[in-house]
């Protein structure tokens, strides 16, 4: 499900998380917040419904508490981000 072009874009085998931002110069607020709601919907990473992964919660607050922990201790700026391609 996450693989799916219609909704992530033909490039999705690649890692691209800018995908889940918004393109300042050509998208409408509107429009981003349509396709990122169509990609959460789509996302089916720690399952759905009554299948949903136990763990998911955990998991997703040990996700916030490290990037919390990570912009509290360091100096974290665009400038310093370094983004390589192929």
Do not use: H
């Not at 691209?16 to 996302?43: C, H, I, T």
């Not at 509290?72 to 370094?82: H, I, K, Q, T």
């Amino acid at each position: 499900m996450n693989r799916k072009k219609d909704v992530f874009g033909q490039d999705v085998d690649t890692f691209r998380p800018e995908r889940w931002l918004r393109d300042d110069q050509s998208e409408s607020e509107v429009a981003y917040q349509l396709r990122l709601k169509r990609m959460k919907d789509a996302d089916f990473s720690f399952g759905a419904g009554s299948r949903v992964c136990v763990g998911k919660f955990s998991a997703q607050m040990q996700i916030l508490k490290t990037l919390a922990t990570l912009f509290s201790r360091y100096n974290v700026s665009p400038s310093s981000l370094v983004v390589r391609t192929r």
